[in-house]
């Protein structure tokens, strides 16, 4: 491998691009403001940063909608409340792992992508990502327009009877989305800081209303599972956990667009371990209570809180959709627009910006229909999140093995930015052995939603093609030319 200049800085455990490399590749095809690896003077995200971005990510009515879904589905309290816990466990792993290359070299999801990818098959991971944000995206403004909808019908009474009322409020709370996600990432950070106690405090007032209600938790941590046998359980909580687990996979892939403004590895690891499965766990608790609640106080499982806040006072109604609206706007933007319009403007760096990239992205949204994908927990649980997590899974496998047991942690940063670097794998820009990894880890994790005798790969849809994506990459790259030695990475990085 040919030496070269130092294009590279070593910096307290980060490492930025040079005056000189830096000036290197600013006028490549592939290099623009969003893409740019973030010096590391502009990383200043600390702990409660990271950690307020997953609160306020976390307390939504989809994770209170998985909980209670889970419920619905037959299972009891604890049995809801472990499996979203284990789940968001289990995903905080590969969650922790792949922020650390966007920590360490301040580079967004669709440049990380492109180390193993290559630099045009890098579009590939980041379109698929993006097409789920996007999706996720059309799901959220769904649940923010009913909310809308549900304070104006509660304000103005003639509302409700208005026909387009449900599409006006849609698209009003949809433009809102679109033009905070417009302002860019420092909007997003203020946001989140400051949402992010208003909807904890939210979230204990509904669980006093539930208390209440039902005439304290006996109750509703008595009402028991629907389960005759273990095996009737099983059937339930494999696809739920796969579902759980599916419901962060997202995250866990593009969390780099995030990480790269951290302050270093020890804010992105504590802010994210005490921001995510904590929180998940305790709004996943209210979700389950609540929907307990309802058992005893209505007689059935009401497991949207749309639904049930239409059954409250007016005033309780409004207070009730402030909160939607602030969950919703907190989740939506940081989760489902920073993904898609990187991705997006990654297209065409030198020609699609962000709030570009934005815009599609809603309108991508809209047409993913996410009225049919909340019409039941079943479309929601088992089939949105647990055949999307089946195209993430092989994904997630393929970055951690790349960056840790291929390269180990080891990256010519600049190349990144070349179109006729050593990520441009030989000239192609595509690397195919990934491209083979990931066809074969979607698959494996796939082929049981249309095999039955094979159905458990499909319960465990996120986990197997992880495991088999990772493994079938190592063994096509282990001995791959674009591997840096150790020698050579010092040769190129200044302060090591």
């Not at 769904?142 to 019908?153: D, E, K, P, R, T």
């Amino acid at each position: 491998m040919e030496m070269r200049g130092k294009t590279q800085e070593y910096r307290d455990g980060m490492i930025a691009l040079t005056p000189e490399g830096q000036k290197s590749v600013v006028d490549s095809p592939l290099y623009n403001e969003d893409l740019r690896p973030v010096p590391i003077k502009e990383r200043t995200w600390t702990a409660y940063n990271i950690a307020a971005l997953w609160i306020g990510m976390s307390v939504c009515i989809p994770t209170y909608m998985l909980a209670s879904g889970l419920i619905a589905a037959g299972m009891n309290w604890w049995q809801a409340l472990l499996t979203i816990i284990l789940g968001n466990v289990i995903v905080l792993i590969p969650m922790i792992l792949n922020a650390h290359a966007g920590t360490k070299y301040g580079i967004p999801y669709p440049v990380f992508a492109r180390l193993s990818f290559g630099t045009k098959g890098a579009h590939v991971p980041a379109i698929l990502r993006a097409i789920v944000a996007a999706g996720w995206f059309g799901i959220q403004t769904w649940i923010g327009g009913a909310g809308v909808q549900a304070l104006v019908s509660a304000m103005i009474p003639g509302w409700s009877n208005f026909t387009l009322g449900p599409v006006v409020s849609f698209l009003a709370f949809w433009a809102l989305n679109v033009y905070i996600g417009y302002k860019g990432p420092e909007a997003i950070k203020f946001m989140e800081s400051w949402g992010s106690p208003i909807l904890i405090v939210m979230g204990l007032a509904l669980l006093i209303w539930a208390y209440l209600a039902a005439g304290g938790l006996g109750p509703i941590v008595s009402q028991p599972d629907k389960f005759e046998t273990t095996a009737d359980f099983m059937k339930v909580f494999l696809p739920s956990l796969t579902g759980m687990i599916a419901f962060w996979a997202t995250l866990a892939l593009n969390i780099p667009d995030f990480s790269r403004f951290a302050v270093n590895q020890r804010a992105q690891m504590l802010g994210q371990a005490l921001g995510l499965p904590t929180t998940m766990g305790f709004y996943a608790f209210i979700g389950v209570i609540v929907t307990s609640a309802t058992v005893v106080v209505y007689g059935e499982a009401i497991w949207d809180p749309v639904v049930l806040m239409t059954k409250f006072p007016p005033l309780v109604v409004l207070i009730g959709t402030v909160g939607i609206v602030l969950a919703t706007i907190t989740t939506n933007i940081a989760a489902n627009v920073v993904a898609p319009a990187i991705g997006i403007s990654n297209l065409f760096p030198k020609k699609i910006t962000f709030g570009m990239g934005t815009i599609i992205t809603g309108l991508i949204g809209i047409a993913m229909c996410p009225w049919y994908l909340l019409a039941n927990y079943g479309n929601y649980i088992f089939g949105w999140l647990g055949t999307y997590g089946g195209f993430l899974g092989p994904l997630a496998g393929i970055y951690i093995c790349d960056y840790w047991i291929i390269r180990r942690q080891r990256i010519d940063l600049d190349d990144l930015y070349r179109e006729e670097g050593k990520y441009a794998y030989g000239g192609s820009g595509v690397n195919w052995k990934a491209i083979i990894a990931l066809v074969v880890g979607v698959l494996f994790a796939l082929i049981g939603k249309i095999v039955p005798a094979l159905g458990w790969l499909y319960a465990n849809a996120w986990m197997v093609g992880a495991l088999v994506g990772g493994v079938v990459y190592y063994f096509l790259m282990r001995n791959d030319s674009t591997i840096l030695t150790e020698e050579y990475f010092r040769s190129i990085t200044d302060g090591l």
